[in-house]
């Protein structure tokens, strides 16, 4: 079984940053894609960042030039950059992960979600 942990959500002022860490630990081989999602209520989840375990990135357009999303593979982590957040960017965010716990294919995890609050 993988576990994945989420920190550094919070409340901010619009124009302020924010970091969010992810670091997966269990039963891993390897971890493939890692990524960060987020919701609104009544909202479907919404990609925010993924990258590759090569480091290949992939933003939604209305984060691109603010967001940034890089790992650690050594820690097993993900991280979240956010500068010059905007109210819009109010959800909760969830880690994602692909990981294998032997060689071949990789399953889906989810963290439990960090709230992201960003108002005046």
């Known amino acids: 079984q993988v576990q994945l942990v989420e920190s550094g959500g919070g409340l901010v002022q619009p124009g302020g940053s924010l970091r969010l860490s992810c670091t997966a630990s269990?039963?891993?081989?390897?971890?493939?894609?890692m990524g960060w999602y987020r919701q609104d209520p009544g909202k479907l989840r919404e990609l925010v960042a993924t990258?590759?375990?090569?480091?290949?990135?992939n933003y939604v357009a209305s984060v691109k030039g603010r967001f940034t999303i890089s790992r650690d593979n050594v820690k097993n982590t993900v991280y979240l950059q956010m500068n010059n957040l905007k109210p819009e960017d109010t959800a909760v965010y969830y880690c994602?992960?692909?990981?294998?716990?032997?060689?071949?294919?990789?399953?889906?995890?989810w963290g439990q979600g960090t709230q992201v609050t960003v108002s005046s």
């Open positions: 269990g039963s891993i081989f390897s971890i493939y894609h």
């Open positions: 990258i590759t375990n090569e480091g290949s990135t």
């Open positions: 994602h992960a692909n990981v294998a716990a032997v060689k071949g294919s990789g399953y889906d995890y």
